[in-house]
């Protein structure tokens, strides 16, 4: 159902509900362990939050992607992400 949802939010210019909807396969992902596919789909979702400029979409993506890099053990790297 996510998969029908991000085909047909790729096919409009509607950054803002691609940006959701990446963010939430981001979570699923992370929540089975695959972090680097959470990770892809993190990345993605940010920068569609800042081509649209949503900054809640910017914080939410940078929230998800700091969880990434603690469950990876990148402890460092998150910090210095939560400092943005």
Do not use: H, W
């Not at 081509?51 to 969880?67: A, F």
């Not at 460092?76 to 400092?83: Q, R």
């Amino acid at each position: 159902m996510l998969n029908e949802a991000l085909n047909i939010a790729e096919k409009g210019d509607n950054n803002r509900l691609k940006e959701r909807i990446l963010l939430n396969y981001s979570i699923i992902y992370a929540s089975k362990g695959d972090l680097v596919r959470a990770s892809d789909y993190v990345n993605r979702d940010i920068a569609y939050a800042k081509e649209s400029d949503y900054p809640r979409g910017i914080m939410d993506g940078y929230g998800q992607l700091t969880l990434i890099l603690d469950k990876k053990g990148e402890f460092k790297k998150s910090a210095a992400y939560l400092k943005c």
